[in-house]
């Protein structure tokens, strides 16, 4: 078995302090994603979490990425952020078909993110999961959610999660728990812990073991070290992997992204 790819990003492009730091001050703001998409290999799309976004703004972005860049995109607040996720299906359709189809082939998986006060509740997550649907105008869907509280340390979670091929997002977070279990064809990990103190955000040693990780994952293994709750395993298989470096000292994502991907 072949290794399948690892993509390293950030989450969105826009953002001041880059500024002279990592876009150069002559870069005009127009030319920021196409200077970032050349810089890393993916990019999460945070702006589709607050508000729904036209087609043309998707079809825009990816015209001005490369041929094989991909872009991670973050599902809308009014789907994640309700009581009775089973209720969800009308919001689901509403941010599946806001234009997510004009990103193409460099659409890559939409993040369901979850807020830390909501916990596992079997019946309605397993009725979300449901919801989820596997195409989009004739494209195939990759699902990854994130949840955030201990709650869903369980072997139940897992399970369902494995059953309907959706992946949990692992997040090295210093504020929220964290879930390792690989439960799709591909990995999606958030790296939520940069710090000011280190060039990269991290110690060199950090990002070490960050790439061994990935290459442990894209090779279809589960990473040693990492915490796991469900019973066996997905199968040793190459999986696509996706590392964003999220939060924790936002500055320096874009280097730690780039120092990871020197070692990969």
Known sequence: MSRRDIRVGIGGWTYAPWRGTFYPDTLTQKRELEYASRAVTAIE???????????????????????????????????????????????????????????????????????????????D????????????????????????????????????????????????????PAIADVTSDFVYARLENAQERYAAGYAPATLDAWAAHAKSWADGHQPRGLPTFGEGDHGVRPRDTFVFMINGFKEKAPAAAQALLERL
């Open 45 to 123: 799309i945070n702006a589709t979490y607050h508000r729904l976004q036209k087609p043309a703004s998707f079809a825009n972005w990816a015209k001005v990425v490369p041929d094989n860049f991909v872009f991670a995109v973050k599902a809308s607040r009014y789907v994640t952020n309700r009581k009775v996720l089973a209720e969800a299906g009308e919001s689901i359709q509403t941010f599946l078909n806001q234009g997510l189809s004009e990103l193409g082939g460099k659409l890559g998986p939409i993040l369901w993110q979850f807020m830390a006060t909501k916990r596992f509740d079997r019946d």
């Open 125 to 176: 997550f397993g009725a979300f999961l449901k919801l989820l649907p596997e195409k989009q105008d004739g494209l195939t869907l990759r699902h990854a959610v994130q949840v955030r509280n201990d709650s869903f340390h369980t072997p139940d979670f897992v399970a369902m999660c494995r059953n309907a091929g959706v992946a949990i997002v692992y997040a090295d977070s210093a504020d929220y």
